[in-house]
């Protein structure tokens, strides 16, 4: 892949992406549409107008996500890359973009190339960058000076592969140093690891940048031991400092700020407390990267939100909540039992890792508007394309009525959609984003 220094160049404008008419949850049409197109068609969900089963977002509540993140991220003065692997929309990236987002995080080359592609120009790759194809991803987009583009790194063996590649491409690598908690994930976990990472950088100094520290909070359970692995972070980060180690901040290279990032979606205030006032005597860049609070869910986000509505007097002072904004619709299909509906849904279509979907809405075709499902509706299992809906006897459901449900762990339901509708209050279709997974 030949990468130029024109944006746009050689890339996609995910305005004029187009939606293939084989993929499923869309309405009928014979040739390729952009979302103009489709929109134009004047899809209604509740005209049944999309084929369901079908996933949909929620314009107003999405707005109100993005806006609710934005104003929290600046209480703080830190700066926010939402986690791209949540959606893989790079529709949704652009919107994030536009609404303050300083960049946006991604866990692999091939998901990297994709925002790349679609004009993002900032990436965090939340990840180790491993293996001789994807570093060739990676430095071919570096070929791009506007690209700014960094990596994380936890062994010596990583950094000497790290560095022999990029070597051989007479390139220049940004690194950032990834902190792991012992029994957690990757990342180093004492200093003996560290000084032999930093003594492989060492041996590099012409290829990899060292550009600041990172971490993943979300293996830890308990607050305390979050708060002092995060601890920990920032006393690295000004070690590193003093060290001289952030060597290309000191000298101007490319002049940009030492990162210091950390967050999910689960403990980011936390993230947001112990980062935000850090001081290391050079320019840095506090970054959060929660990636799920766009689209939200009543699962384990919302959960993980009421907590940090309780704990975290920023979030209690802006007086609002994020709003679950992607919904999965299907039919009923049959209803073999009087305690038993068939649902046309199953886990080819939803997230089913986190808690089963949970139903929320009826609408029987013609009727005025969806209603709330009785409370003891629940599903108790899925199959590849069925879902077991509990019910009573004498319940007001039949085959052909449309049910709306709410999911936990939005990122294991986008990725079973290759195009998502997105509706206005009316459930009109107002977009499609189209999702890279």
Same mark, same amino acid.
């Given at each position: ?162 560095? *022999? @590649?990029? %070597? ?7 690194? +950032?140093?990834?902190? &792991?908690?012992?029994?957690? $994930? /990757? ?40 708060? *002092? @692995?995060? %601890? ?7 070690? +590193?400092?003093?060290? &001289?180690?952030?060597?290309? $901040? /000191? ?187």
């Amino acid at each position: 892949m030949n990468v130029t220094n024109n944006h746009t160049a050689g890339g996609r404008n995910a305005e004029d992406t187009l939606i293939d008419p084989l993929n499923k949850g869309l309405g009928a049409f014979q040739q390729a549409l952009t979302a103009a197109d489709a929109k134009a068609l004047n899809w209604n969900l509740l005209r049944e107008d999309l084929s369901l089963p079908t996933a949909v977002l929620y314009e107003e509540r999405m707005n109100h996500n993005l806006q609710w993140m934005q104003q929290f991220v600046s209480e703080y003065g830190v700066k926010l890359a939402p986690h791209g692997k949540t959606t893989m929309a790079p529709k949704l990236f652009a919107r994030q973009l536009a609404g303050g987002a300083w960049g946006i995080t991604l866990a692999t080359a091939h998901q990297t190339r994709v925002a790349y592609q679609h004009g993002v120009r900032r990436v965090i790759m939340a990840n180790q960058l491993v293996g001789k194809q994807n570093m060739a991803i990676i430095a071919d987009l570096l070929n791009d000076p506007s690209f700014e583009f960094s990596c994380l790194v936890d062994s010596a063996d990583g950094v000497d592969q790290l560095g *022999a @590649f990029f %070597q051989a491409r007479q390139q220049k690598l940004h690194v +950032l140093l990834e902190l &792991g908690p012992d029994g957690g $994930r /990757t990342g180093i976990r004492n200093p003996q690891q560290q000084e032999a990472v930093l003594a492989a950088l060492a041996r590099w100094p012409d290829n990899l940048v060292l550009a600041g520290v990172e971490v993943y909070e979300g293996v830890l359970k308990e607050e305390a031991d979050i708060r *002092a @692995f995060l %601890q920990h972070a920032v006393a690295c980060a000004k070690q +590193l400092a003093a060290a &001289g180690r952030f060597t290309a $901040r /000191t000298t101007g290279e490319a002049a940009r700020p030492v990162i210091l990032t950390g967050a999910g979606s689960a403990w980011y205030d936390v993230v947001a407390e112990e980062f935000a006032k850090t001081e290391i005597g050079l320019p840095l860049d506090v970054v959060l990267r929660p990636g799920c609070y766009l689209t939200h869910d009543v699962g384990i986000y919302r959960a993980a939100q009421a907590q940090i509505q309780t704990r975290n007097p920023i979030a209690r002072k802006m007086r609002s909540k994020l709003q679950p904004a992607l919904q999965l619709w299907a039919y009923v299909q049959s209803i073999p039992e009087a305690g038993k509906a068939i649902i046309a849904l199953g886990k080819r279509d939803a997230a089913f890792d986190a808690g089963l979907p949970l139903p929320a809405l009826q609408y029987r075709p013609g009727g005025a508007a969806p209603t709330a499902t009785p409370a003891h509706w629940q599903l108790t299992g899925m199959m590849d394309q069925h879902a077991y809906l509990q019910i009573s006897a004498g319940d007001d459901i039949k085959v052909g009525d449309m049910l709306g449900f709410d999911i936990s762990h939005p990122c294991l339901t986008f990725d079973k959609w290759r195009h998502i509708a997105v509706l206005d209050p009316q459930h009109q279709v107002v977009d499609v984003i189209q999702t890279f997974f």
